[in-house]
């Protein structure tokens, strides 16, 4: 699983077919093998924690 904390900006984050819009304080949880990405929407750039279940995890960069 993963945990998303947004500390700035302002994003819109897909978790499966669901979007999600996210500003600084809100929290989401993915669980896993749930295909997930962000999308920054507002001016600023976004800053967030990103915190796994486990130290064993594996990033896939799709190209859109």
Do not use: C, F
């Not at 499966?16 to 896993?32: F, H, L, S, V």
């Not at 990405?37 to 990103?50: F, H, K, N, R, S």
Request: aromatic residues 4%; charged residues 20%; negative net charge.
């Amino acid at each position: 699983d993963e945990l998303l904390y947004l500390l700035h900006g302002h994003i819109r984050h897909a978790a499966g077919p669901a979007w999600i819009e996210m500003k600084p304080g809100d929290t989401i949880r993915i669980t896993r093998n749930v295909p997930h990405q962000a999308q920054v929407i507002g001016p600023e750039d976004a800053v967030m924690v990103v915190v796994y279940s486990t130290g064993l995890r594996e990033t896939v960069a799709v190209e859109d």
